[in-house]
């Protein structure tokens, strides 16, 4: 799969999640456009003055598989400097990264900022939509426990 169907995956998720009942009074307010490498997916209003940054990832295996769920470092340190705006529009505001695992019909989703995190040295695809071998990257770790919401669908 490319990464133009791999980013296809995550919007079909987004746009299900938005107009499902887990999604309360949510409204698409920005989402990347594919191919635009965008540091967020998308941005959410929830009511009149909550706003929800999140970064999607849709894993191929079920959720308990490991202990944790990573998201790499520059990914987040690129969210966090993308998400500053809303931050200071309001300490409500969340950035949150969704975690996808279709296989066993499971959505783990973290605080970025506030849920607690480890970080790890590991030896990742370069990509998680195409092949383009592996390198070394720096990861966060968030515990499967800790996801602020569990869904499942």
Same mark, same amino acid.
């Given at each position: 799969? %490319?990464? =133009? @169907?791999? /980013?296809? #995956?995550e919007r079909k998720f987004l746009h299900w999640y938005i107009s499902s009942e887990k999604c309360n009074n949510c409204k698409l307010e920005e989402e990347s456009p594919i191919g635009? =490498? /965008? #540091?967020?997916?998308?941005?959410?209003? &929830?009511? #009149?003055? !909550?706003?929800?940054?999140? @970064?999607?990832? !849709?894993? &191929?295996? @079920?959720?308990?598989?490991?202990?944790t769920s990573l998201l790499e470092l520059d990914k987040? =340190? %690129?969210?966090?400097? =993308?998400? @500053?705006i809303y931050h200071q529009m309001g300490e409500t505001n969340k950035l949150y990264y969704y975690a996808v695992y279709p296989t066993d019909r499971t959505i783990l989703v973290y605080d970025i900022i506030n849920t607690p995190s480890t970080l790890s040295y590991e030896w990742c695809p370069v990509s998680t939509a195409e092949d383009w071998g592996k390198k070394r990257k720096i990861m966060l770790n968030y515990k499967i426990e800790d996801a602020i919401i569990k869904i499942k669908y």
């Open positions: 799969m %490319g990464f =133009k @169907e791999y /980013e296809q #995956r635009s =490498k /965008e #540091r967020n997916d998308f941005v959410i209003s &929830s009511g #009149r003055t !909550i706003y929800i940054m999140g @970064e999607i990832k !849709i894993r &191929s295996f @079920e959720h308990d598989k490991y202990d987040v =340190k %690129g969210l966090m400097d =993308k998400f @500053e």
